[in-house]
């Protein structure tokens, strides 16, 4: 291994560094606590690679940056948190009706309105997705630690591109200011996707909208040789406004079904004694180092504990949360809000009384210490 491919760095700069490996060319964005880190690095790294970098004056502006970057063949990112990431959300739904591959990362504080802007909060997963009005389907991916936030950075790219849909990256504040140790892979070392443009010859009739046999849609570069429509209303395969309710119904299906249909390959999660747990906990994001902490130091004591770590929380894994929970004696969803993953879960298992919170709502990291306390809470009680 290099020592050029070692950092010691936050996990804002691994998300920079996850960015630049998997072919970002522009960023817009507005700088924004706790996530404004990820910009100020790349205004500077990004032009040294031949991107462009531009400060927006608002996160409105920047969603229609880069969905206006992407459309002429960029792979875009923005970077927000909170408050700026409401402000996005007409615009997002606006990219995934058009279908433009973009990425936006979250890096989560306490809410709503301008709440506690320095200290952490998972309180935006509801939000992440169903912001956007209308019935959507979203991609949404976390991390725990920076090595997964380089991997995941790279993985909500290749998604974006794979599927011709806006991917978000729900990460936390102390996920985004902790700093330690990353190894930056090769090149070559991780699989990207690269955007899958048309066959088509200029002067032959394109269709935009039109999908392959696998379900890809092949983009033609906005301003090249083909001239197109894109618009946020419901549009047949030209990109012309219709009403036509056969229309209307297919594209809206197309929309959900192109991400739920291929919630396996999307998917990501970590498991770590499931096979024979009796408790199992489930968590993301920085709330997760602190389950795995409790699992692995109690475990040598015979305590039958195992931990479940999601790092897609959209499109939900029901499936694969109700395999590996169905032999638990109860679970707990460890996570800093009140409750947005644990009522997936009760949704999830067949057994909802089964499932039980510990959280924490206050700003304050949630630690071990605090789960122990609600696991001998809920032994007490003879659960």
């Known amino acids: 291994m290099k020592k050029e491919n070692i950092k010691f760095i936050q996990g804002n700069e691994a998300c920079v560094e996850g960015a630049l490996y998997a072919g970002l060319d522009f960023f817009a964005g507005y700088p924004i606590t706790p996530s404004t880190e ?20 608002d996160e409105i502006a920047s969603m229609g940056a880069i969905i206006g970057a992407s459309l002429t063949g960029s792979k875009v990112m923005t970077a927000t948190s909170g408050p700026g990431f409401s402000l996005m959300q007409e615009a997002l739904g606006y990219a995934i009706m058009t279908e433009i591959p973009c990425v936006i990362v979250n890096v989560q504080r306490g809410g709503p309105s301008t709440g506690i802007p320095t200290h952490v909060s998972q309180g935006d997963v509801n939000q992440a997705r ?13 991390a725990s630690n920076h090595q997964d936030v380089f991997e995941t950075t ?27 140790r990353l190894v930056i892979p090769n090149k070559g070392e991780l699989p990207l996707v690269e955007r899958l443009r048309t066959s088509v010859k200029e002067g032959v009739d394109y269709h935009p909208y039109l999908p392959r046999e696998d379900g890809r849609l092949p983009m033609s ?60 906990l489930i968590s993301y994001g920085s709330s997760a180092r602190s389950a795995n902490h409790v699992v692995f130091s109690r475990r040598p004591r015979g305590e039958k504990l195992g931990h479940l770590e999601l790092q897609t929380l959209w499109p939900f894994p029901y499936d694969h949360v109700r395999e590996k929970c169905a032999k638990a ?25 089964k499932v039980f919170l510990a959280n924490r709502i206050d700003g304050v990291f949630i630690t071990p210490t605090d789960i122990r306390n609600i696991l001998r809470l809920i032994q007490g009680k003879g659960v």
Do not use: C
């Open 38 to 57: 990820i910009a100020e690095l790349l205004s500077h790294r990004l032009p040294q690679k031949g991107g462009k970098f531009i400060q927006m004056e």
């Open 130 to 142: 169903w912001g956007t009005h209308g019935d959507h389907a979203i991609v949404t991916i976390t």
């Open 154 to 180: 790279v993985h909500a790219f290749n998604i974006s591109e794979t599927y011709r849909t806006p991917v978000i990256l729900l990460y936390d504040e102390v996920v985004g200011h902790m700093r330690e």
């Open 221 to 280: 570069d906005f301003g090249s040789v083909h001239r197109y429509n894109v618009t946020g209303l419901f549009h047949d395969m030209w990109g012309f406004p219709s009403d036509n309710p056969k229309i209307v119904h297919g594209l809206l299906r197309h929309l959900v079904d192109k991400i739920q249909n291929n919630v396996n390959q999307i998917a990501r999660y970590k498991e770590f004694y499931l096979k024979d747990a009796e408790i199992i």
């Open 329 to 353: 004696k109860y679970v707990v969803v460890v996570e800093m809000n009140m409750g947005q993953i644990m009522q997936e879960v009760r949704k999830a298992v067949d057994q909802p009384e």
